[in-house]
Structures are given as C-alpha cells and as structure tokens.
C-alpha cells in the first residue's frame, strides 16, 4: 500500500510520462499502473481504470458482458462506423449470448470455442470478426491485470467459404456505363470501375486531386470518407499505407471527368456540393438495384391491393422512370474486382497491380487474383509438356497394362 504521504503520480525520465498506481481488487495489492504523458491524461486513464474495477463485485469479480461493454467504450472511440458496428455485433450478437454470463477469470479456452461453435455457419469473414473481438476484449483484460492469462490466444476462425464475387464481363460493363450515364451515382460508378477505387476513396476524392491537364493524366488517393451517425467524415486516414497512390485516368474517364459539372469541393457529390452522407448514398445506389431483374411488390392504386410482379429485361419498373436492365447483380466492390482483374488480364506487371489496387503486399493480389495468371488448360498445355518431355519414349507405344 503506499504511504500516505506518497505524491499521486510518479514521473519516469526514461518513459517521459506520469503513472498512477491502483489497488487490484483481485489481489489487494496497488499493482495496477496506469500511464499518461502528462498528469491530467494519466488521471483519466486512472479514473476509466477505476470505473472498470468499481464495476466489479465485493468478490473481485468482473462478468464478460460488463467488462466487454466498457471495453466498447473505450477502445471503439476512434474507429469508423463500420469498425465500431462489426465490434458491437461480435459483442451483443455472438459473445455475450454464450459467454456473458460467466465471470471473466473463469473463462477457458473450451468457452472460447463453444463461442465460435455457435457462429459456425456463419461466413469465414464474419468469424473472423467474431475472433478479431474476442482477442482484443481479452487481451485488455490481460493487460489491466484482470485475468491472468487470455483464452483466446489459439483461437481461429473456420466458417464457410464466401461466395466468390466474379468481374462483370466486358458486356455487362458496357451495359452498365451505358445505363446510369446521367444517374447522380455515374461520377461514383466510374471512379471504381476505370481507376479501381475503394467506395470509402471514391467519395472522398476532391478536384484538388485530380490532375487532368497533365500529360500522363493521374488522380492521387489521398483521403478517405466515413460516416458517423449518417453523417459524412473525410480525413486523411486511409485503409493502408499502400492505400496512398496515384492512378493513371484512361483518356475516356478524363473526357467524362471534364464534362461534369465543379459544384464544390467533391467529384462525387450531392446537392450543394457536399458529400455523400451514408443514407444519400443507399439512395443513389437504388439507380443500380433498381434496374435488377428481380421481383417487385407494390400496392396498387386502384384496387388497394398488394401485386407482385417479376420484371424482365426492358419492363418499366414501377413508380420508376427507367427500365430493367440488369439480369446481373454487382456491388461497389465487384467494380473495383472489375478493374484489377482486367488489368491483371491485359498484361500489366503484377507489382503495378499492386500499387495500382492499393495493397499492403504482391501476397494479398495473388491471394485473389492468382487464377487469373495464365491457369486455364489451354494456356498451360505448353507449360506442361515442356515440363515432362524428359519422359517422351518412355510412355509411347504402351497399349496396355501388363496382367498380373
């Protein structure tokens, strides 16, 4: 315990920050430290510490369910929606229904598993998450000194395989292009489909990064949108540091770049030039489902009753100016899918791939686009049979197998 006397934080040269001590309520002993550069940040830390253990029982006893929702708190202040939606769901989806019960001391490996046995015909990606979580939770509470050693550390995601998400063909790109030219989505669709661009980047592409006067005519990627609470945030914090790049603009995107209108900042924008908030978008984005051969149920006018009708290509869609055009379903991704497979078709290195599509590595391009590199059969024959010609003779004239 320390002295009454002792000054509330102590100074380290070495580490240039303050630390203050707290008592662990597990073994009574003031080995809890907690450490800010200067007083002010080390007491706030000290007292969302405090928060943690004051939230534990008489016993010393903290459950899963509440040390994962200060966890939350804490550590998902500075992710994007979409990173605090994926820890929220791991969390109030798939953690805490199995496990939240339990004290966290008491948590074993077995638990563990039983949590991922549940969400075992869920996807490898949404496990993955699932994992993500349960790693970071626990290894907090291992380093608050809470347990002693985390359970999670053998864990891996299984799950099923993802369905593979193919490139539009040539045709379809061109039906694409062809139908949403003048739909407020079009500078959007273009943008991921002729320079690759994730949807975060595409939104948050300004004028001031495009450069369509130069000779080699190029666009830097250099910020990034998120939303929060439906409300857009550009920054500079992209996926990576391979997301920084510069990408070429074929000479048909810097034609259609020059002839859209400059109403503010954004290349993709909506009214008074503003950008995408994350509901405008989904809006948008019904220019493209909305021309999906699909079934479509509406009420009608004059009988008051519910119709179901399926369209077919060329229908007019109902309450819709346009008509159906798509007998194919594709995303924002399958876009940019789009753009790195034709480049990978067309030639290009495969380090330029890389940097063009913004990967972190040469392993993460070939991890999806592997296949593509000269594998089908016809393509391959040469290869192999250089490969064996040692052997010719040795085969040749057998007819049949020796009997035995």
Known sequence: MPRKDAPEFYYSKSRDAYRKRLRNPVTGKWDIEVWGKTK?????????????????????QLHVWQYAARWYELNTVNLSSKGRANHKNAINNHICPVIGHMLLAE???DDIKAVMAAAGS????????????????FSAAEDSDLILKSPCRNIKA???????KKPLTQAQ?????????????????????????????????????VHLDDAAPYIEVRRAIRWESNQPVVSEQLKSDAAERNIPVPDLLRDALRALPHEGDYVCHIEGGRPYSESAYRRAWEAVTGREVRPVTYTSARTGKEVC????????????????AFDFHFSPHQLRHTYITELILSG???????????????????DVYAHLLDNAPADALQNVNDSFKHLRGSIEGTTEIDKV
Not at 348 to 366: D, E, F, M
């Open 158 to 164: 299984g799950g099923r395989k993802a369905v593979e």
């Open 173 to 209: 790109q061109r039906t694409v292009l062809e139908e949403l030219k003048g739909e407020r989505i079009y500078p959007f669709i273009l943008l991921c489909l002729l320079c690759g661009l994730r949807r975060e980047e595409a939104f948050a592409l300004q004028w001031d990064c």
């Open 40 to 60: 002010a940040i080390a007491r706030e830390k000290a007292d969302w510490r405090q928060a943690e253990l004051d939230a534990m029982g008489m016993d010393g």
């Open 122 to 137: 869920l996807s490898k990606s949404t496990q993955q998450k699932i994992v993500t979580t349960l790693k970071m939770v």
């Open 348 to 366: 290009t290195p495969l380090k330029r791939v890389q940097y063009l599509a913004g990967h972190s590595s040469v392993k993460l391009t070939l």
């Open 107 to 109: 948590v074993k490996p």
């Open 309 to 324: 009708v399926r369209l077919k290509l060329g229908d007019k869609v109902p309450f819709r100016r346009y008509c159906a």
